[in-house]
């Protein structure tokens, strides 16, 4: 790669940023990655829209952790030149695409999630941060429905479309944990008021979860050992890859423009 | 790709600005509700819209074009029925 990567001072509130920016775009990629793939001409527009929302999530979060950061980093050096372990995403959302199943659960977990957690975000005391919060929110109540449309008829479709939608719930369920997780940093943020406590989501969005699961016939696994380590970059291998994808045009063409 | 057993929908969309539901187009889903989903995302995706109306497209009984000439010449010499021989108070307004 030709160019190096930034430093980024990571202040627990910049951390706190970049963590949800990076859930966007990167979740944001993995939908863009159907384009031209969908099994079905609506379907594509539908996951591209969806793609489109979080990417615009990701550049409002990367801009304003640049501003409260203060060294001269934007949105784009956010994006395009940090390394993988610089990275502060969910495990979950770095997955991929797998079969369209895999994405719908996926999409349908974190959906779920980011509903109820945008939702707490705009009481937050920190105005650019419910802003942002308030418009995403409005996405997000869209993408949990239009996954748990999908996860009903998925599992409560033919045979294969159910095995299917059970076998990406079984592979994808140990990383929904990790949505709940908080370091201290980011304890001290939820105490002043600034970030939202995931745990006091938790039962909301298992009973979400339990509900449509359960109506699409489907069932969640026993299994509660949930891993984690993206938030604080360490990654599965599959996000180099995206990134070696996402990344590959200003890393050999530093500054380039269209 | 093709997409079987995916039934056809007609969308009608009421804009902003617009007093009626307008026929925008058609698209495939396989359920009423994934439709109206569908609809959304691809004929309101430029803010055109504030109501999404879908109707399956067997649903629509439509006139035969070889009946053009039965069905709609005869109204075509009667200009009489157009409203353009007395004129309309500006207090009227739209009509």
Known sequence: MAVASIQVSETPLVLYTLRRADDALILGHRLSEWCGHAPMLEEDMALANMGLDLLGQARELYSYAAKVEGKGNDEDKFAYLRDVRQYRNLLLLEQPNGDFAHTMVRQFFYAAFAD????????????????????????????????????????????ESHARAQTAIDDLWAFTGEMFQVDDGERALIDAGIAVDPATLHSQWLKTVLSIVSEATLVLPKSDWMQQGGRSGRHSEHLGHLLSELQSMQRTFPGVTW | MATPNTPLWEVFIRSRNGLAHKHVGSLHASDATLALQAARDIYTRRGEGLSIWVVPSSAITASDPAEKGMMFEPAESKIYRHPT???????????
């Open chain 2, 85 to 95: 021989f007395y004129d309309v108070p500006d207090e009227v307004g739209h009509m």
């Open chain 1, 116 to 159: 109820l957690y945008w939702r707490a975000m705009m009481k937050s005391s920190d105005a650019m941060l419910a802003a942002i919060a308030a418009k995403s929110e409005k996405e997000s109540a869209y993408h949990l429905r239009h996954s748990s449309e999908w996860i009903l008829r998925l599992g409560d479709g033919t045979e």
